[in-house]
């Protein structure tokens, strides 16, 4: 079984700073998927960036970029030029791969981010 | 082109009735996933469906049910209500092999 672990509650950033949330997991698998997501107050659920395990090049996605290190297990999301709707609950999540067949998103408790003025 | 859409938005049941809760996918998309989020967690994925069948299913009792439609809509039903289902239901849609993505959610509350 996979788990996946953020140990920070919360974190606080200044309006237009750099903050990185953390990630790990722990996993025998090979092939996977690992994905940031986002949820305002508003609840929807936002996909913000993918990486995919067999890929070595960091995945980005505008101001959002990760840092995985897959011998580590680790997979921690930097957000820069913060900005105030940046402030949400941030969940990283796994995906197993299975040979053309999609599979369950397994979560960590989530990180609440806010951003200040 | 329309995001993945659930209905209805929120929901009061009383302990031992039953509610349906209704999710469309998103364009394109083929497989339908669930996930109950207690207040303050990770979403808990329930169960899969693909081509009208249960693909995958999470650590839930039979209470927990769903369908999948032709259209690739899909219910997800619960019976027998207990305090402890009062959640965010949330549904996800994918294609075979991407990413997922997730719906305005169902609010539950039983009282």
């Known amino acids: 079984a996979q788990t996946v672990t953020q140990s920070q509650p919360e974190m606080s950033v200044q309006e237009a700073e750099t903050v990185t949330l953390s990630c790990t997991y722990d996993?025998?698998?090979?092939?996977?998927?690992l994905f940031w997501y986002k949820q305002p107050p508003s609840r929807q659920m936002i996909l913000v960036i993918r990486?995919?395990?067999?890929?070595?090049q960091n995945a980005t996605e505008n101001r959002f970029s990760v840092n995985f290190q897959k011998a580590a297990k680790s997979f921690s999301l930097k957000i820069s030029d913060s900005q105030l709707g940046d402030t949400a609950m941030y969940f990283c999540?796994?995906?197993?791969?299975?040979?053309?067949?999609?599979?369950?998103?397994?979560f960590g408790k989530g990180i609440t981010l806010s951003v200040r003025p | 082109d329309a995001g993945v859409t659930q209905s209805p938005t929120h929901l009061i049941k009383t302990r031992g009735q039953q509610v349906t809760l209704r999710c469309s996918p998103k364009?394109?998309?083929?497989?339908v996933s669930w996930y109950q989020q207690a207040l303050g967690q990770g979403p808990q994925f329930i169960f899969q469906?693909?081509?009208?069948?249960?693909?995958q299913r999470g650590n839930f009792p039979d209470r927990f049910s769903g369908h999948q439609f032709p259209n690739y809509s899909s219910e997800l039903n619960v019976n027998a209500l207990l305090l402890g289902d009062s959640a965010l239901y949330l549904c996800?849609?994918?294609?075979?092999?991407?990413?997922?993505?997730f719906g305005p959610g169902t609010r539950l509350t039983v009282l």
């Open positions: 990486q995919e395990a067999y890929k070595q």
């Open positions: 996800a849609s994918s294609s075979r092999t991407g990413s997922q993505y």
């Open positions: 364009s394109g998309h083929d497989t």
């Open positions: 469906y693909y081509e009208e069948e249960e693909r």
């Open positions: 996993t025998s698998e090979s092939n996977y998927y």
């Open positions: 999540a796994f995906m197993k791969l299975f040979t053309g067949a999609n599979s369950k998103l397994t």
